[in-house]
């Protein structure tokens, strides 16, 4: 629906009692079926801009390495704090995204292959980090920076999200990080998910939906925020 689904993820696994790197990476082997089932479902309404998907990932793809390999030094605990904090922020930003980007302005982001890559890279290294595809970056970025409508930036983030699984699963892999069990649980439930999301996204009006969208961020990461702050503190 908001093609952020996979950020949400780790923080619900870590309330299921999911211990630390395991709930940021368990997601991740189901981010590329249920992101490619996304995806598909908005390219058949011509929702995906795929020059700037072809830019996204020149930047993304070698920043999500590193990101996955710099994630063995930061450790799981803060990993999850992590990914609360960019789930607020993001949710303010979408809520009160302040001055908007003239359309010529966002015409010539879109354009500009150096723009996008270098704005991916960033993505992609938070997306390695937290062992995500990064969706819930690249939407605010497609959305706030580029100037596409809320389900070109959805559908959009799935393709990028979609194909940055892959060097980001396997680094992963590679350092021992992935739990199998709870990465097949997850996809069991993601991939039917993300079909249902990417279509009532296409009945909704562009406005409601992105109100909605930088609402629940901002709701679901001070709760988990706050669970995470009281767990510290023992």
């Given at each position: 629906l908001f093609g952020v689904g996979s950020a949400f993820a780790t923080p619900v696994l870590s309330l299921l009692g999911v211990p630390g790197m395991a709930a940021v990476v368990g997601p991740l082997p189901a981010l590329f079926p249920g992101s490619a089932a996304g995806a598909w479902s908005?390219?058949?309404?011509?929702?995906?801009?795929?020059?700037?998907?072809?830019?996204?990932?020149?930047?993304?793809?070698?920043?999500?390495?590193?990101?996955?390999i710099a994630s063995r030094w930061v450790g799981g605990p803060v990993l999850l704090a992590l990914s609360g904090l960019v789930l607020l922020v993001v949710g303010l930003r979408i809520v009160r995204p302040g001055r908007a980007v003239a359309p010529a302005v966002a015409q010539a982001r879109r354009t500009s292959a150096t723009f996008v890559m270098a704005a991916a890279a960033g993505v992609g290294l938070a997306a390695g980090l937290l062992a995500n595809g990064g969706g819930f970056l690249l939407v605010p970025l497609f959305l706030l920076a580029l100037?596409?409508?809320?389900?070109?930036?959805?559908?959009?983030?799935?393709?990028?999200?979609?194909?940055?699984?892959?060097?980001?699963?396997?680094?992963?892999?590679?350092?021992?990080?992935?739990?199998?069990?709870?990465?097949?649980?997850?996809?069991?439930?993601?991939?039917?998910?993300?079909?249902?999301?990417?279509?009532?996204?296409?009945?909704?009006?562009?406005?409601?939906?992105r109100n909605a969208f930088g609402v629940l961020l901002i709701g679901f990461a001070v709760w988990f925020l706050a669970r995470q702050a009281i767990a510290l503190a023992r």
């Open positions: 908005y390219s058949r309404r011509g929702k995906i801009d795929w020059a700037v998907t072809r830019h996204a990932l020149v930047g993304a793809f070698p920043a999500a390495i590193v990101g996955a100037g596409l409508d809320m389900n070109e930036a959805a559908g959009t983030s799935l393709v990028v999200a979609m194909a940055l699984t892959v060097p980001t699963l396997v680094t992963h892999t590679l350092l021992g990080d992935v739990d199998w069990l709870i990465a097949g649980l997850f996809a069991v439930g993601m991939i039917p998910g993300a079909l249902a999301g990417s279509r009532l996204a296409h009945q909704l009006p562009t406005a409601r939906l």
